[in-house]
T-cell receptor
């Protein structure tokens, strides 16, 4: 089955700085890589996703990159704001398997 | 659509009691996932169903846990007997079909076993 490693476990940045979270996966059959944001006491919600036939995807201040050869993918948040503070989870999946990383607690200091 | 519905939202029970968590997926979604979230272990996939059929239950901790999906609009996760270490937030999520589509999470059930 799939195994997903996520780093760092905690990340603190100053408002306006960039934040980068990295994940690795083990199963070459994985073809879908979503990122979820979970605010305190709430449910995880999808913020961006990428499929294996694409190397990069951007949506306003957030972007995701995928290196299939190295089995790495990363989340980039630019111009961070206090409301970006949350736990972020990466995941790697195929139609019959789905695994989340352990999560990164991002704190954006005003 | 109301989104994924879970009940109850909070459950407090005593060790040894049976606990049943309920989930109604988004209409038209064919995959349903049960997760457990704790501080120590993060977000763990327990089991998931495609078209009401269990695909992968390797995440189910032990025989005390069981899950069913009798039809496309309802699923249950049962713990019998419950233990204090089962205390966690249990999320249900649904997607169009398979693990390779966006999952929509329910609000979760916070379970406390005393």
């Amino acid at each position: 089955g799939e195994n997903v490693e996520q780093h760092p476990s905690t990340l603190s940045v100053q408002e306006g700085d960039s934040a980068v979270i990295k994940c690795t996966y083990s199963d070459s059959a994985s073809n879908y890589f979503p990122w979820y944001k979970q605010e305190l006491g709430k449910r995880p919600q999808l913020i961006i996703d990428i499929r294996s036939n694409v190397g990069e995807k951007k949506d306003q201040r957030i972007a995701v990159t995928l290196n299939k050869t190295a089995k790495h993918f990363s989340l980039h948040i630019t111009e961070t704001q206090p409301e970006d503070s949350a736990v972020y989870f990466c995941a790697a999946s195929s139609i019959n398997d789905m695994r989340f990383g352990a999560g990164t607690r991002l704190t954006v200091k005003p | 659509d109301a989104g994924v519905i879970q009940s109850p939202r909070h459950e407090v029970t005593e060790m040894g009691q049976e606990v049943t968590l309920r989930c109604k997926p988004i209409s038209g979604h064919n995959s349903l996932f049960w997760y457990r979230q704790t501080m120590m272990r993060g977000l763990e996939l327990l089991i998931y169903f495609n078209n009401n059929v269990p695909i992968d239950d390797s995440g189910m901790p032990e025989d005390r846990f069981s899950a069913k999906m009798p039809n496309a609009s309802f699923s249950t996760l049962k713990i019998q007997p419950s233990e204090p270490r089962d205390s966690a937030v249990y999320f249900c999520a649904s997607s169009l079909l398979g693990g390779d589509n966006e999952q929509f999470f329910g609000p979760g059930t916070r379970l406390t076993v005393l």
